[in-house]
């Protein structure tokens, strides 16, 4: 059973940064791919990015690039979101994800073909 848990949310001033991690357990992290979402107030849930099992190949949404890096650590099961010059449209739930395969998948951009999720973590960016 996969179980990922997300932490280092919270409120920031527009301009400001935030680091979230993403603690996974319960099967081989280090063979699979992983991602970000998220999920403003009122709308669907959005890709952010994503990397593959060794950590070599990324991705990312458009409106984040050049401003979020994604990264993982295998050695310690962990996965990170380096968030700067945050907006106030960065504002949402934002969702570890896991998938069971090496390479995450562009053809699937709902999911990235991811299949484990966890609880999510609010950042809140004030104007």
């Known amino acids: 059973q996969v179980q990922l848990v997300e932490s280092g949310g919270g409120l920031v001033q527009a301009g400001g940064s935030l680091r979230l991690s993403c603690a996974a357990s319960g099967r081989f992290f280090s063979m699979y791919a992983m991602g970000w979402f998220r999920q403003a107030p009122g709308k669907e849930r959005e890709f952010v990015a994503a990397?593959?099992?060794?950590?070599?190949?990324?991705d990312y949404r458009d409106s984040v690039k050049g401003r979020f890096t994604i990264s993982r650590d295998n050695a310690k099961n962990t996965m990170f979101l380096q968030m700067n010059s945050l907006k106030p449209e960065d504002t949402a739930v934002y969702y570890c994800?896991?998938?069971?395969?090496?390479?995450?998948?562009?053809?699937?951009?709902?999911?990235?073909?991811?299949?484990?999720w966890g609880k999510g973590t609010l950042v809140t960016v004030s104007s």
């Open positions: 990397i593959n099992w060794s950590g070599s190949t990324t």
């Open positions: 994800a896991a998938g069971d395969r090496a390479h995450y998948s562009v053809s699937t951009p709902l999911t990235y073909g991811m299949n484990y």
